[in-house]
């Protein structure tokens, strides 16, 4: 019965990890280019130009890799769904690892 219930959870992780691969991958060079609903309010209440001219993201050493929401150095018809694919594998890395860490805490 274990394994039974192993197989399903398995299925189920792959199942919604290919569903958020595809959507990074597919949908998102169709992302809009519009500001943001918080950018859209910043100018309409013209409070933009008080934003922090250098973030403490923009300090980070790898996010020239990732400007804009597209992998840099790599051909524009590919960037935004390899810039999509990087950031949902690297998510899923993190929450499993940190699922696994807290699993191994709980079961001890």
């Known amino acids: 019965m274990k ?15 290919g569903s958020a691969i595809a959507i990074a991958v597919f949908l998102s060079p169709f992302a809009s280019k519009n500001p943001d609903g918080l950018e859209r309010v910043a100018q309409e209440h013209h409070f933009e130009k008080k934003a922090q001219t250098v973030t403490s993201a923009q300090k980070l050493p790898f996010r020239i890799i990732f400007d804009e929401y597209a992998l840099q150095g790599v051909p524009t018809s590919v960037a935004t ?12 890395g993190l929450a499993w690892g940190l699922g696994k860490v807290l699993e191994r805490k709980t079961n001890s």
């Open 3 to 17: 394994n039974l219930s192993y197989l399903r959870n398995k299925a189920f992780v792959l199942t919604g990890l």
């Open 81 to 92: 769904p390899l810039a999509g694919l990087s950031g949902t594998l690297v998510t899923f």
